[in-house]
């Protein structure tokens, strides 16, 4: 192995899959599957509606308004990192680094790599979300919630190339405590 050691998961998989299952059950049931990705485009149209409010109210995108207004979903995305950031916090596990170990087993020590790396890999993650009109999550979340045929091949796809990715970018494995 490599001597740098990643601390191993308080929740095991198969248990977070159903905790997640019962939080899309909700979801449908109070409003609408989950997804994260639409507030980005909300955000960005509200900061854009203060700077150019002729410009967002001729957009053929950003002038609907359910593309306007924050709806559950933002408190949603906000929940989450909020959530997150509360449980690692309670299961001391949060901690600030510029490098995380998986990173620096497979790259090296380079902080502007690191972020340079990060920031591009966000850009498209968000491009391609938005050209497909939803994010990965929640085309396979809740694709397969709503028993969606197309779902499947996607699924397949996104899981199958998201463990091509990772084998090429993190080639190498820290030892697991």
């Not at 939803?134 to 091949?153: D, I, K, N, R, Y």
Request: glycine share 10%; with cysteine; charged share 10%.
């Amino acid at each position: 192995m490599t001597g740098q050691k990643v601390a191993k998961t308080i929740v095991p998989w198969w248990v977070a899959g159903i905790l997640l299952g019962l939080v899309q059950i909700l979801a449908v049931w109070v409003a609408d599957p989950l997804g994260v990705s639409t507030q980005f485009v909300i955000l960005d149209a509200k900061a854009l509606n203060q700077i150019a409010p002729e410009y967002t109210q001729n957009h053929p995108l950003i002038s609907q308004p359910r593309n306007r207004t924050l709806g559950y979903g933002f408190w949603l995305d906000a929940g989450m990192v909020l959530g997150g950031l509360a449980a690692a916090v309670g299961y001391r596990r949060w901690k600030l680094q510029a490098i995380p170990v998986w990173w620096k087993v497979n790259r090296g020590g380079s902080v502007a790599c690191r972020f340079a790396v990060g920031f591009s890999a966000g850009i498209l993650i968000l491009l391609g979300a938005r050209l497909a009109h939803g994010c990965t999550s929640g085309q396979f979340a809740s694709g397969w919630a709503q028993l969606s045929l197309s779902a499947v091949p996607f699924t397949i796809t996104l899981f199958a190339f998201g463990m091509l990715t990772a084998r090429i970018v993190f080639p190498k494995t820290p030892d697991i405590e």
